[in-house]
């Protein structure tokens, strides 16, 4: 599923890039496993070995943004899981950390706790607000 052209792209990521995508990839083995109940192994066990994590990425599974990601994770597989895909396409497009309403770079304390977020804090309490949308850009 991956193409020659994007495993290029993966090959070139900054370190920053890299750190998301490993984080990205984590969450939808997460998903992709179906690991409702045993959300939380399946992270630690991705975090101790293969995807050569950091120790500064295992304290991102902090107790509250871990709960967090659960919830999601099990109220909304399906649209996470395109979620994921699309940043992990927005990764390869370079387009990657920038809210899709406002064009702001979303700070990395909320890309690590949520790296496929697509809005800043900002625009996302705005559509909090207004029932999921953003007056300003809809
Ligand atoms: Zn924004």
Redesign the pocket.
């Known amino acids: 599923m991956v193409k020659q052209a994007d495993v290029d792209k993966i090959d070139n990521f900054t370190e920053k890039e890299r750190k998301y995508y490993n984080l990205l990839l984590q969450y939808r083995d997460v998903i992709a496993g179906n690991m409702k109940s045993h959300a939380e192994n399946a992270l630690d066990a991705s975090n101790a070995d293969k995807r050569g994590v950091t120790t500064h990425m295992a304290d991102v599974g902090a107790d509250s943004s871990r709960n967090e990601m659960e919830l999601q994770l099990m109220t909304d597989d399906g649209s996470v899981l395109d979620m994921i895909n699309d940043a992990i396409q927005r990764l390869l497009d370079h387009e990657y950390g920038k ?1 899709h ?2 064009g ?1 770079e979303i700070p990395e304390a909320r890309l690590e706790a949520k790296p496929y977020a697509i ?2 804090v ?2 996302k309490s705005i559509r909090e607000k207004n029932d999921g949308h953003n007056p300003y850009v809809d």
């Open positions: 809210c309403d406002c702001a809005y800043c900002k625009c």
